[in-house]
């Protein structure tokens, strides 16, 4: 079964759902809720990634995630940390947080490799070439799966090299990263590639704007949960490990959907009910 990664950025800023979550009991609220509707893991953040986003201090974004991800795991909830800082990472797993999700794959800060390395924590290497403010330039590919596939490739094998077992790492293409539509969708469209590497594959569309340019009338993020749930079924078909999404809902329709149609496949053709 695909996992679904509930979101819960505990930020006043996130594209989408920005400011809803900031207070702490209301965060864990939310993350309670997700669960309840069929998340699996709570992937918690304290530092928006939008284009455009200012980055916070490290102290600030510490005050914002630990006591969130110390209260989930204490109700027995696994925690995903989304974040670019080694310190972060390391005070989360100090706190309980099994993943570390760091949407730069671990380029941001040279230490969190080492971090990585020491924790026995899983990561999550997803495709990244640059912070925000420079991600529109860094949007040029020749070929964008072959780039995209070996800059994770280089970084996974970095890791390994360093002492990781390739059991705890998870890759993902990082759409909308420096990324515009375009390369989204040839990045779906050949998600083979990459789950063809053997490691599980994670993938993060839900409510981004390359949605949005599709579905006319979705100019609110919100309104992009329909077409965010059919991406994750389409993944789900294709093989990802996990779907990381703001919608949880809807993501376990589509889902269950995609795994009653993947069971059905493996019927033989002629049985009789
Ligand atoms: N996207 C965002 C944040 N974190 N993590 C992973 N692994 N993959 C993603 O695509 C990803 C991420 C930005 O979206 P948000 O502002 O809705 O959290």
Redesign the pocket.
Same mark, same amino acid.
């Given at each position: 079964m695909t996992e679904i &990664?509930g979101?819960v950025?505990v930020t006043p800023d *996130? $594209?989408? @759902?920005g400011g809803l979550w900031f207070d702490r009991d209301a965060a864990v609220r939310h993350a309670v809720g997700l669960v309840a509707r069929g998340a699996d893991i709570i @992937?918690v +953040?304290g530092e *928006?990634?939008?284009p455009g986003a200012t980055r916070i201090a490290i102290s600030e974004e510490q005050r914002r995630v630990l006591p969130v991800v110390r209260e989930l795991v204490a109700r027995g909830i696994t925690v995903s940390i989304?974040t670019m800082n080694a310190a972060t990472a390391d005070a989360a797993i100090a706190a309980g947080a099994s993943i570390v999700?760091d =949407?730069s794959g671990g380029l941001a800060d040279p230490e969190m490799d080492d971090l990585i390395v020491a924790s026995g924590a899983r990561f =999550?290497v997803?495709h990244w070439r640059g912070q925000s403010d420079t991600m529109a330039l860094n949007a040029r590919y020749r070929d964008v799966v072959s780039e995209v596939l070996g800059e994770i490739e280089y970084r996974a094998a970095q890791l390994i090299i360093k002492g990781v077992d390739p059991s705890r790492l998870i890759i @993902?293409p +990082?759409? +909308? $990263?420096a990324k515009h539509a375009a390369h989204n969708w040839t990045l779906l469209g050949h998600l083979d590639r990459f789950t063809a590497l053997g490691l599980p594959v &994670?993938? +993060? #569309? *839900?409510?981004?704007r390359f949605l949005g340019e599709l579905v006319p009338g979705s100019a609110h #993020?919100s309104e992009r949960d329909l077409a965010s749930a059919v991406l994750a079924a389409l993944a789900a078909r294709e093989g990802v490990w996990g779907v990381?999404v703001?919608d949880v809902t809807m993501t376990r329709a589509a889902l269950d959907v995609a795994a009653a149609w993947t069971a059905g496949a493996e019927e033989p053709a002629g049985e009789r009910m």
């Open positions: &990664l979101i950025n *996130s $594209f989408s @759902d @992937d +953040g *928006s990634t939008r989304d999700n =949407v =999550v997803m @993902d +990082g759409l +909308g $990263f &994670l993938i +993060g #569309a *839900s409510r981004k #993020a990381r703001h």
